[in-house]
């Protein structure tokens, strides 16, 4: 049985730091929100017990990577939890890489979690997606979004989620070839981790900000070129810890004119939001999701 698997990219709408754990986790508020537009995975499970990835980017073929790593945590889960009783599960993944690296759009989060979601039908497995949600946490805060499918207001660590309905729109997105490491951004000094806690509906009436985007555009003077050029055309924002800006639109055409006059040294793509995961539309038309 040989499946593509979509992997979608995410923007986050607002992102809040409320603060930081004894362990050195934050506390986040964001509004996770899904787009059309992502990588795929092509899995191919066989009995060789090992799982191979195979990409033209050469760079993410190791063992840190996180399709290699969401695959080892659901076999050691599922042999822990007396699902499979051998660990003679294996498979060939093919990435087709279309969320830039170091972007902000979790590329490497969603990509562990379709991992995690197929895996968990071609093996068998029949994990809950809550259950395969707390595995994710091992490997990022955003994997349980991406596990749970739907555009949501997340707090905690990222294991909190509270699904909403938002109305869909069109976001361009630039890459301003510029990665940008998570973890470099969470331990940045300058972090203010004192944003206030707020209940979602005066969040989601508030005026959206990140709280990441002043350090970013601080660091990094072209990413501050970009959000002022975008900004003059729609309200326009950096998603996650960066490096990627969005601008919103609601229609498709107002997005394609003004790609059209994004510096030739970025890179940049048209989406439309959506609240249901596609992979998760996937799922619901093959009639294969799991759900307890």
Known sequence: MIYTWPSPAKINLFLYVTGIRLDGYHYIQTLFQILNYGDTLTIVPNKTSHVQLFTRKQSLINIKNSIIHAAQILKEQALLYGKIHNTNFGAKIFLKKRIPLGSGLGGASSNAATTFIALNQLWNTQFTLEELSVFGLKIGTDVPGFIMGHTAVIEGIGEILYPITQ?????????????????????????????????????????????????????????????????????????????????????????????????????????????ISPLHNMLYKKNILFIN
């Open 167 to 275: 109305k869909e729109k069109w976001y361009l997105v630039v890459y301003p070839n510029i990665q940008i490491l998570t973890k470099n951004m969470f331990s940045n000094p300058l972090l203010k981790s004192n944003s206030t806690k707020k209940p979602i509906k005066i969040l989601l009436k508030m005026p959206f900000k990140n709280d990441f985007q002043d350090l970013v555009i601080q660091k990094f003077i072209h990413i501050k070129q970009l959000l002022s050029i975008l900004s003059t055309y729609a309200p326009s924002r950096m998603s996650g810890t960066g490096s990627c800006i969005f601008s919103e639109f609601s229609d498709k055409k107002s997005a394609q004119k003004i790609l059209a006059l994004i510096p030739k040294n970025m890179k940049g793509f048209i989406s439309k939001s959506v609240n």
